[in-house]
């Protein structure tokens, strides 16, 4: 279905009718930008969106933007060791393995930490062209046993950058942000997903808790007691983003 074209004349506003009152912007104003771009927000994730795209062959939960975000940090950074917590599918963990090959790091490995890897999923990502770059642990990323897995697997001379897309509550990524900043390299980033949930509770089929139990919340606890870490607006400046003020970079 095409969309029909529409001559908004000079000065366009956008109004969003709700029961908690109105909102109404210019939309070429910074404040018509954001309602627009929370409007988008919100029908993505109420249409699943990001459910609907796939990396070389493999489903990849994410939304476009967020890909070319992720795509311009490992292009300035080329890490040699990716570590991304939460497999699902496995189409970050590809998506991050041929973007290491494409930038020809010879060395380049992901690792992939999730407490249920499903055995199809480990299949289509064991039987990937990719695998050989990738290493998988079935584990809590917050256990012993997946910090045990990444020690055993980095080292002194990679450069590491990660990728924090678990279990998105507060208190969860915060222990994630603790424990796996330690591996991040002097440059690189800790990005932390998903930070949007902190903005949809009331789309239907969320829950309004999420308004206060988020990876953002997270962050800003984070950044309190590290300033080694400051923010970068990567993710935010490409506009819908489920990652919203995502991308931690390491002094």
Not at 16 to 30: C, W
Not at 89 to 117: E, K, P
Not at 196 to 213: I, K, S
Request: charged letters at 25%; aromatic letters at 8%; a negative charge.
């Amino acid at each position: 279905m095409k969309m029909k074209l529409l001559d908004l004349g000079e000065d366009p506003t956008i109004l969003v009718r709700t029961d908690k009152g109105d909102y109404e912007a210019s939309i070429y104003s910074e404040q018509g930008k954001e309602l627009i771009d929370l409007i988008a927000l919100k029908q993505s994730v109420y249409y699943k969106t990001m459910y609907d795209f796939q990396w070389l062959g493999v489903r990849i939960i994410q939304f476009p933007a967020d890909m070319i975000a992720l795509q311009q940090i490992l292009l300035e950074v080329r890490p040699t060791l990716v570590i991304e917590t939460g497999v699902a599918h496995g189409g970050c963990l590809v998506y991050s393995a041929s973007l290491l090959d494409m930038l020809g790091i010879s060395n380049g490995r992901v690792l992939g930490i999730d407490i249920d890897i499903r055995e199809d999923n480990r299949t289509v990502i064991e039987s990937h062209r990719y695998s050989p770059m990738i290493k998988l642990c079935q584990a809590s990323s917050t256990s012993s046993e997946a910090i045990e897995f990444v020690k055993l697997h980095a080292t002194e001379d990679d450069t590491v950058l990660v990728i924090l897309d678990s279990d998105h509550s507060q208190d969860h990524v915060s222990e994630e942000l603790e424990l796996y900043s330690h591996f991040v390299s002097s440059g690189s980033f800790i990005i932390a997903m998903d930070g949007a949930l902190g903005y949809v509770g009331d789309v239907p089929g969320q829950t309004p808790e999420a308004f206060n139990n988020n990876p953002l919340s997270a962050i800003q606890d984070f950044l309190k007691t590290h300033s080694e870490f400051k923010v970068e607006s990567i993710f935010d400046d490409l506009g819908v983003t489920s990652s919203p003020s995502g991308a931690l970079r390491k002094a």
